[in-house]
């Protein structure tokens, strides 16, 4: 049975998308069998992969029970997909009011996870219904925060959200890590940050990559690629595996891989 890693945080704007992108990526390329599931109605990581939203079965689609969740699968240069949907902002009300609303997805994903290593899962920027869904059906949570003050005065709420969920929802869900991106050395505020984030992860109880990830054009330029709808999806590591960006992402997925090991 395949690991669920929800890539989370409740604000914008903080590279989570990328994080997600890019983990997911590091992790295929290690040989791991991935699934990306897009739960952002904003759709980026959709965009990225190059998935279609039109004529096809959506992450709608399987969370109203109207396909299965195998029907929803794309595949892509990047990867398994099932795509996300701008229709997820009107359908919230629509879940919000459906019994055991929070386990939707892990109830409708439970079968075609079988058939991976690993699911990655892009949650919305908020703590609304659809972030419910994916900590609810995840196994544990990277928490993608931005080296600046804001993103570290907001982690707290969310640490608290995530052990109000394993105390109400989901009592196997982990954080497996709290990974600083946007990262420049040369910044003192960026070291002052970087070095706080451990001090700050045993007060709170929870782990921070060692890794950080540091600031690359090549992610923007990949992605800037992957946008264009006449270019197919293209990887990090394809691109320019000797990037920063490509060398951190990998060595937090090995991380990752390693804090998943310790957790069975």
Do not use: W
Request: aromatic fraction near 8%; hydrophobic fraction near 40%; include cysteine.
């Amino acid at each position: 049975m395949a690991k669920v890693i929800a890539i989370t945080n409740q604000k914008g704007g903080v590279a989570k998308t990328s994080d997600a992108i890019n983990l997911a990526d590091a992790f295929r390329h290690l040989g791991n069998k991935i699934l990306f599931i897009d739960m952002d109605p904003q759709c980026n990581s959709t965009a990225v992969y190059n998935a279609q939203t039109e004529g096809v079965n959506t992450i709608v689609d399987v969370l109203k029970g109207d396909c299965k969740a195998d029907e929803a699968v794309q595949h892509t240069a990047l990867g398994d997909i099932i795509a996300g949907d701008k229709l997820l902002n009107q359908e919230e009300m629509f879940f919000n009011n459906q019994k055991a609303r929070e386990s939707i997805l892990k109830r409708r994903i439970f079968r075609v996870i079988e058939n991976y290593d690993y699911v990655f899962i892009d949650t919305p920027p908020n703590l609304g219904i659809y972030m419910l869904m994916s900590l609810t059906a995840a196994d544990g949570c990277v928490v993608a925060i931005r080296a600046e003050k804001f993103a570290i005065d907001g982690l707290s709420l969310l640490i608290q959200t995530v052990n109000e969920i394993v105390e109400t929802l989901n009592d196997e869900l982990r954080i497996y890590g709290v990974l600083l991106n946007a990262y420049d050395k040369r910044n003192a505020l960026d070291r002052q940050i970087y070095q706080m984030l451990p001090e700050l992860g045993e007060a709170s109880s929870f782990r921070t990559f060692k890794t950080a990830i540091r600031t690359d054009q090549n992610v923007k330029n990949v992605q800037a690629m992957e946008l264009d709808d006449s270019a197919q999806a293209r990887s990090l590591f394809e691109l320019a595996p000797k990037c920063n960006a490509a060398q951190d992402y990998m060595d937090a997925a090995k991380e990752l891989i390693g804090f998943i090991k310790e957790r069975n």
